[in-house]
Every structure is written in structure tokens, then in C-alpha cells.
């Protein structure tokens, strides 16, 4: 199980975003993080906790291992704002997805 | 660049049979295990199926296992996904993606656009 937190995170544009995910077991680095806009399929932003995807801008970082996992945003850009999801393929294929945070604007 | 394009999608009673098909483009497409992962209308993301690149290693999530069969047409550059016995629980968006690796990394890199299932009576 993954379990991200906060739900909701409200932030101004220009702030820094820290959004976590913790898995009830040690899933090592196999996590994934997903942004999602309305209306739209997600986009994968990191794989193995730290790596970032094609054309991801360098603002995103994510860390972490075993069972804590951090996705960073800093200085928020306006088009930021979307649900982010936390992915483990640790135990596949039992694939996981946490919850989703809600990204909103302050 | 990368397209994929699902379709198939619709309303369907439950019990009742859908098939899901997704097109590829943009790259070569049996080099690459392939994936469906859906979305229930407001809710999350639900990991449903992936195909080997030659189609003959298959697997699934619990809740569809059984029901559901994953395939490909690696001449044709298609997925597909065969629903039988649907449930209402199965409404969702659902999702062709690629996987980034042939051995199938479980992670995905590229997602279509998605199609609709909805299963009511």
C-alpha cells in the first residue's frame, strides 16, 4: 500500500511543493511519480525514485528509498497545479498506485 | 513522436463482453511490453494488465484476473483488451500505456488518451 500525503497541498506560484509517499513495506527505489491535469492521461514525471523523464523540467527532483519517497517541485510554475501520483513496481506485478495529492493554488 | 490511441469504449450491461483496442505509432512497437491502467470516474489509478513484447508472458491485477485477456498484434502495431463478464465496478477511463523497457519495467512512459467503459443495466 502507498499512502500519500498531504491530501490537499495549497501553494502559491514561485513556492516550493513537498509532496510524500510512504509504502507499507520496502519497495527500494522502484517508484514512479505521475502528474495528472483534468481531462488529460498522466504524465510520468520520475522512475526509480530519482530518475527524471524525457522533457521533464529540472524544477522536479523526487528521493527517497525503502519506504519513504519524496516528490520536490520547486518554484511553481502556474501549469504545476494537478493531482500527482506515487506508483511502486517493487512487488510486481502487483502494481500500486497511491492516492493521488491534490496540487492547488493558494 | 509516440502515439497511442485507444478505442472500443461505450456503454455495456453487465455480464456483457467489450474489446478494447489501443494503435501505436511513433515507435517500434513489438520492441516494447505494453500495459492498460484505469481510472474510475473521480477516483485514482489502477494498474489492469501487461503483455510481453512477443505477446506470449501475461499478467493481471487481481480484481480482473480471470475476465479480462490482454493481447497484441505486433503486424497490425495494436493492443488490445478483452473484457468478459463486466461488472459495474469496471466503469472506468481506461488507458493504453508503454512501458519504457522490453522487459517490461512496469512503469509508464507513454499513455494514450483513454476510452470509456461504462457497465450499467
Known amino acids: 500500500v502507498l499512502t500519500q500525503s498531504p491530501a490537499t497541498l495549497s501553494l502559491s506560484p514561485g513556492e516550493s511543493a513537498t509532496l510524500s509517499c510512504r509504502a507499507s513495506q520496502n519497495v527500494r527505489t522502484y517508484v514512479a511519480w505521475y502528474q495528472q491535469k483534468p481531462g488529460q492521461a498522466p504524465r510520468l514525471l520520475i522512475s526509480g525514485a530519482s530518475k527524471r523523464a524525457a522533457g521533464i523540467p529540472a524544477r522536479f527532483s523526487g528521493s527517497g528509498s525503502g519506504t519513504d519517497f519524496t516528490l520536490t517541485i520547486s518554484s511553481l510554475e502556474p501549469e504545476d497545479f494537478a493531482v500527482y501520483y506515487c506508483q511502486q513496481r517493487s512487488d510486481w506485478p502487483r502494481i500500486t498506485f497511491g492516492q493521488g495529492t491534490r496540487l492547488e493554488i493558494k | 513522436q509516440v502515439q497511442l490511441v485507444e478505442s472500443g469504449g461505450g456503454v455495456v450491461q453487465p455480464g456483457r463482453s467489450l474489446r478494447l483496442s489501443c494503435a501505436a505509432s511513433g515507435f517500434t512497437f513489438r520492441t516494447y511490453a505494453m500495459h492498460w491502467v484505469r481510472q474510475a470516474p473521480g477516483k485514482g489509478l489502477e494498474w489492469v494488465a501487461v503483455i510481453s513484447t512477443a505477446g506470449d508472458d501475461t499478467h493481471y491485477a487481481d480484481s480482473v484476473k480471470g475476465r479480462f485477456t490482454i493481447s497484441r498484434d505486433n503486424s497490425k502495431n495494436t493492443l488490445y483488451l478483452q473484457m468478459n463478464s463486466l461488472r459495474a465496478e469496471d466503469t472506468a477511463v481506461y488507458y493504453c500505456?508503454?512501458?519504457?523497457?522490453?522487459?517490461?519495467?512496469?512503469?509508464?512512459?507513454?499513455w494514450g488518451q483513454g476510452t470509456l467503459v461504462t457497465v450499467s443495466p
Open positions: 500505456a508503454r512501458d519504457p523497457s522490453s522487459a517490461a519495467a512496469y512503469y509508464f512512459e507513454y
